[in-house]
């Protein structure tokens, strides 16, 4: 799987991606850094699609219960990181009326 | 790879790809309250996406478990989304736990479905990604431990402490190394994994409760950080973006709360504030303070122009701040001026006082950091400290030998009059004296931060009508 090349691929993919991510969020308002804290938690949990995977090829019975617990505990990331964002995004208000549609 | 397959695979890297660029631009979006809520939508529909692609994958036979699987995470991930605002730092620590555990998990699959079948480099990235995961799971959840109050918030320290976590760490890199070279001994890897564990534990113990905004950024880092891994095992790009993003935004924030401490990494990780306390917190004498009650504080109050409001953690503890809020009212009723400043450090996490404020409905355009308001204390009528201490220290300022010195601090002492709202003059969290309570512009307001306020604001409304 991992020949050189793909190596050298994810190591730019991760590079690029790492720098992206610093000047994205060097942007973030510190008002917000609690919910940005929520949403990368919630985006992170991307890790489910390798569990999901291993779940359904299902190649050994110890891989599949690993992978069981890991799509557990990562869809509740998801579902309660966006759920939990939203709710604090929610309460942030302007003292401006015109801000509210 | 046949050439039928690829067309379908394919369509799922296209997906993987549209995913990504939402990704982004959903962290893009955080950068202001009015966007923040799209960064919402972007990040669901490409999770939607990233999910629905990869159940097309062509291996997959069996999607009853995965079902099983999905529904029991929404079960217990929906109590977490609907937590109290003062427990979120404690749920941000638990779902670090939670990630982490994941791509720990998954790494241990992959390993034992590939062993001794497998490469250097990736045995290497495999070795990595457990051992991230594995001391984050642990170290997240004593972290959450400590914030729920659960497990003692104060350092724990001894003799040689730092030697030990290094000896294990050493440990489990030593194992790791064995096992690139000798991907046979498939026996070693639990050991691995085990004192990967056993490390983010006792990384943990020596830390203060005043440290953890830094500690769950930190933690924060490592998850995103063993999540890119686990993209580099799976060759899964999707996996190793969102990773990347997740670890840099774990390392900026480590960073903006390590220096809003003052302290670096490693102070953090291995300083063991713990003992600084102690020193500090001796030697105390006594000094003449003044304090008021509520009526005349709320006659100053109403006599303001620019009143800015400083609050500590001390007022959630206290559950004041919608008693705050009805102070922001009636203050704005008479025509004063009213912001509130903020400490980076001033909650339990990053960005946490914002959102408890939030929550009591105050208006975000009132939330004013500390470097863009530190200039107008001077121009200020009141500044009324509720709940905090050691961010309004000066002593940060002019005390070589304080333990905060050069720590960045509100500096409310300029504002022409200084009202803090206190229980006792006992030192606050840290145990340092703070000597802006003995200056000629400071009033103590003795009492309950939540009662106290209350009684304020019923003055004031008495005063009206």
């Known amino acids: 799987m991992a020949s ?10 991760f590079v690029l991606a790492g720098f992206i991510g610093f000047e994205v969020i060097r942007r973030v308002s510190p008002l917000l850094h609690t919910p940005l804290m929520s949403l990368t938690n919630a985006l992170d949990a991307i890790a489910v699609v390798g569990a999901i995977v291993l779940v359904g090829e299902h190649k050994s019975t110890l891989s599949a219960a690993l992978g069981f617990i890991a799509v557990i505990a990562a869809t509740s990331n998801i579902v309660g990181g966006f759920l939990i964002t939203d709710r604090m995004l929610r309460m942030f208000k302007s003292s401006r009326p015109a801000a509210k549609p | 790879m046949t ?14 790809l549209i995913a990504s660029v939402l990704f982004i631009l959903s962290l893009k979006w ?14 669901e529909v490409g999770m939607l996406l990233a999910i629905c692609g990869t159940l097309l994958q062509h291996g997959i036979i069996d999607y009853r478990l995965i079902a099983i699987a999905l529904t029991l995470g929404t079960i217990i991930g929906i109590p977490l989304g609907r937590v109290a605002m003062t427990a979120v730092p404690q749920r941000t620590a638990l779902s670090h736990a939670f990630g982490a555990l994941c791509v720990t998990l998954v790494g241990s699959a992959e390993f034992y479905l590939r062993a001794p079948d497998i490469s250097r480099f990736l045995m290497s990235v495999l070795s ?11 170290g997240s959840l004593m972290a959450a431990g400590k914030l729920q109050e659960i497990l003692p918030q104060r350092p724990l320290t001894y003799k040689g402490q730092n030697f030990v976590n290094f000896l294990l760490l050493a440990v489990a890199l030593g194992i790791a190394v064995y096992l690139v070279l000798h991907p046979d001994a498939r026996g070693l890897f639990p050991f691995m994994i085990l004192i990967a564990l056993a490390f983010g534990v006792l990384l943990i113990i020596p830390i203060g409760g005043a440290d953890m905004p830094t500690v769950i950024s930190l933690l924060n880092g490592y998850a995103g950080l063993s999540a890119a ?33 003052n302290r670096s990494f490693t102070n953090v990780l291995f300083g063991a504030f713990g003992q600084v306390q102690g020193a500090a917190a001796a030697g105390q004498e006594e000094k003449p303070v003044r304090s008021a009650t509520a009526e005349e504080a709320a006659a100053i109050l109403s006599a303001a122009n620019k009143v800015i ?16 809020r009805e102070l922001y009212d009636a203050l704005t009723k008479r025509g004063v001026e009213v912001r509130f400043a903020i400490h980076p450090v001033a909650g339990r996490m990053p960005g946490h006082m914002n959102v408890l404020l939030a929550e009591a409905d105050i208006p975000y355009d009132r939330l004013i950091e500390m470097d863009e308001i530190n200039g107008d204390f001077p121009q200020t ?4 400290v509720i709940g905090a201490n050691d961010v309004t220290n000066p002593a940060a300022r002019t005390d070589t030998t304080s333990p905060i010195y050069g720590m960045p601090i509100l500096d409310v002492d300029k504002a022409h009059t200084v009202m803090v709202i206190k229980r006792s003059m006992n030192p606050g969290f840290a145990g340092i004296d703070n000597p802006l309570y003995y200056l000629d512009n400071n009033l103590m307001l003795f009492g309950d931060a939540k009662a106290f306020v209350g009684s304020i604001v019923r003055e004031l409304s008495g005063g009206h009508g």
Not at chain 2, 243 to 250: C, E, F, K, T
């Open chain 1, 4 to 13: 050189s090349s793909n190596l050298i691929n994810a190591l730019f993919i």
């Open chain 2, 381 to 384: 009528d009141v500044a009324l």
């Open chain 2, 309 to 324: 409001v400083v609050p500590g953690y001390g007022m959630a503890v206290a559950q004041a701040q919608h008693k705050v």
């Open chain 2, 30 to 43: 955080m950068s202001s309250p009015t966007s923040a809520r799209h960064g919402i939508w972007a990040g």
């Open chain 2, 3 to 16: 050439a039928e397959l690829a067309g379908s695979q394919i369509v799922i890297e296209v997906v993987y």
């Open chain 2, 128 to 138: 990595v990604e457990v051992i991230l995961g594995g001391l984050t799971v642990t």
């Open chain 2, 229 to 261: 891994a686990m993209g580099f095992v799976l060759d899964s790009k999707l996996l190793i973006i969102a990773g990347a993003l997740d670890g840099s935004s774990g390392l900026i924030l480590s960073i903006i709360m390590s220096k809003a401490m």
